[in-house]
């Protein structure tokens, strides 16, 4: 799976599908994912599309698709609704949508590129930040994903309500520390902030 991020990640016959507006295959880091070491074992797609019977055909008929879903033991699909997005993904956001938050569990979708003089401020820094999402209220599930190790980090956490979203992001001193810092130290040249509805989560056997 780890060769087929770089053989497919910029191929033709995934980016030339029928109503596909946005694609990234990302790897994971171990652990709860915020280590510098790789998980072999998980990956993520982050996919936008016109319309959803063509992300059907598009898992079902794709041989580059089928060829991926082909080595996976299980799959976790997650339908997104955003109602909040902030920033942009290699200079898009491919997150725009009409919508606001219906109540309930949410997703959070964070990406940032960062400067590559910045990036052993970055690790020191964010480490401890990192691991106190574990013990808090509300945090269903975590875990960093990327296309680049280091470079460029993204993070998918699913919580309870926005409400305890809020009450981690804007109130745990660790993780407003590492926000005060990132800017006033300007460590990313380009960084995204999604929250979405969860519209279902599918668990899937291959």
Not at 88 to 98: G, L, Q, T, V, Y
Not at 139 to 160: D, H, N
Request: net charge positive; glycine share 6%.
């Amino acid at each position: 799976m780890f060769k087929l991020m770089g053989s497919y990640t910029f191929n033709k016959n995934i980016f030339g599908s029928s109503g596909l507006e946005f694609f990234k295959l990302l790897g994971t880091g171990s652990k709860n994912g915020f280590s510098i070491f790789p998980d072999f074992a998980n990956y993520a797609i982050i996919s936008s599309w016109s319309d959803d019977s063509e992300r059907k055909k598009f898992l079902e008929k794709n041989k580059i698709m089928t060829t991926v879903l082909s080595k996976c033991h299980e799959r976790i699909e997650i339908k997104i609704d955003p109602y909040d997005y902030k920033g942009s993904w290699n200079k898009i956001n491919p997150f725009k949508n009409d919508s606001s938050y219906k109540g309930g569990k949410i997703l959070i979708i964070t990406r940032a590129r960062v400067k590559f003089k910045k990036i052993l401020e970055f690790l020191i820094s964010t480490s401890k930040a990192s691991r106190s999402i574990k013990s808090h209220s509300g945090a269903l599930y975590y875990k960093g994903v990327g296309e680049l190790p280091i470079i460029e980090q993204s993070t998918i956490s699913i919580w309870e309500t926005e409400e305890k979203m809020k009450l981690y992001a804007y109130n745990n001193s660790d993780h407003m520390k590492i926000i005060t810092k990132a800017r006033k130290r300007r460590w990313y040249s380009e960084e995204l902030f999604v929250r979405c509805n969860i519209k279902y989560i599918k668990k899937i056997n291959e």
